[in-house]
């Protein structure tokens, strides 16, 4: 008997998520000094990630 090829192919798809390209957009703009209502994106999911990376920027850091 032939063994059958798996229905399961790698072919990419878990590598192509758009939001991680556009939270890294938001905390550029926020290092930038943008204001938050300067988000280009009109898609509710999309403008969620852009000020995702927007507000995690502006999150104070300390430096122990």
Known sequence: MVPQAS???ND????N???????AL???A??????IY???YRHP?????????FAQEQQQSFDF
């Open 30 to 35: 926020a290092r930038a000094g943008l204001p």
């Open 45 to 53: 999911a999309m403008r969620a990630s852009w000020i995702k990376g």
């Open 12 to 15: 990419g798809r878990r590598s």
């Open 26 to 28: 938001g905390a550029e």
């Open 7 to 9: 229905n399961k192919k």
């Open 38 to 40: 300067a988000c280009p």
């Open 17 to 23: 998520n758009p939001h991680v390209a556009v939270i």
